[in-house]
T-cell receptor
Framework: NAGVTQTPKFRVLKTGQSMTLLCAQD?????MYWYRQDPGMGLRLIHY???????AKGEVPDGYNVSRLKKQNFLLGLESAAPSQTSVYFC????????????FGPGTRLTVL | AQSVSQHNHHVILSEAASLELGCNYS??????LFWYVQYPGQHLQLLLK??????LVKGIKGFEAEFIKSKFSFNLRKPSVQWSDTAEYFC???????????FGTGTKLQVIP
């Protein structure tokens, strides 16, 4: 039982490049989330999903896209990376209803030069 | 919109000192409250949560938190900290009508041996 896993763990991009972060969970959770963590800003929600095939915007969605084609996977895409997107990205999942405990992945450290 | 405030950004304590980290939220209705912890190099994990009932909630590793509705507060406490408590602590709130949890900006705790 791996819980929540994220791929890759580290990545360096040049401005304008694109990439996709993969999140996978094996707990059969309905809800999945993408956050970014920046010093002094805490965790900010980028996008979230309440079920397969559904996505919704969080606090800071600009410059990101997401997809949830399978219940266990939640993809975060950066179409044209910018230095402001340098951050640590965390994926999380929870059972249905948002007041349930969220289980977090180990994070992806992304640097955009 | 719901919001969470953590007023202490960085706290330094000596081992055996008592700890209290402040958390205030903005929503006036029914809330569910959480404290998460992020140890150095690790992902976030749940420390404790409040849904209803006894406003004094006990969590793992000797931590507790008290929900005071009249003060919109959910402060985290520990009578005697250890070096291993060095971590970043996040308060989070879910309130009725929102499909997501809002995190505070975090408090970094450094415990000096």
């Amino acid at each position: 039982n791996a819980g929540v896993t994220q791929t890759p763990k580290f990545r360096v991009l040049k401005t304008g490049q694109s990439m996709t972060l993969l999140c996978a969970q094996d707990m059969n959770h309905e809800y999945m989330y993408w956050y970014r963590q920046d010093p002094g800003m805490g965790l900010r929600l980028i996008h979230y999903s309440v079920g397969e095939g559904t996505t919704a915007k969080g606090e800071v969605p600009d410059g990101y896209n997401v997809s949830r084609l399978k219940k266990q996977n939640f993809l975060l895409g950066l179409e044209s990376a910018a230095p402001s997107q340098t951050s640590v990205y965390f994926c999380a999942s929870s059972r249905a209803l948002s007041y349930n405990e969220q289980f977090f992945g180990p994070g992806t450290r992304l640097t955009v030069l | 919109a719901q919001s969470v405030s953590q007023h202490n950004h960085h706290v330094i304590l000596s081992e055996a000192a008592s700890l209290e980290l402040g958390c205030n939220y903005s929503y006036g209705g029914t809330v569910n409250l959480f404290w998460y912890v992020q140890y150095p190099g690790q992902h976030l994990q749940l420390l404790l949560k409040y849904f209803s009932g006894d406003p004094l909630v006990k969590g793992i590793k000797g931590f507790e938190a008290e929900f005071i509705k009249s003060k919109f507060s959910f402060n985290l406490r520990k009578p005697s900290v250890q070096w291993s408590d060095t971590a970043e602590y996040f308060c989070a709130v879910h309130s009725g009508g929102y499909q997501k949890v809002t995190f505070g900006t975090g408090t970094k705790l450094q415990v000096i041996p």
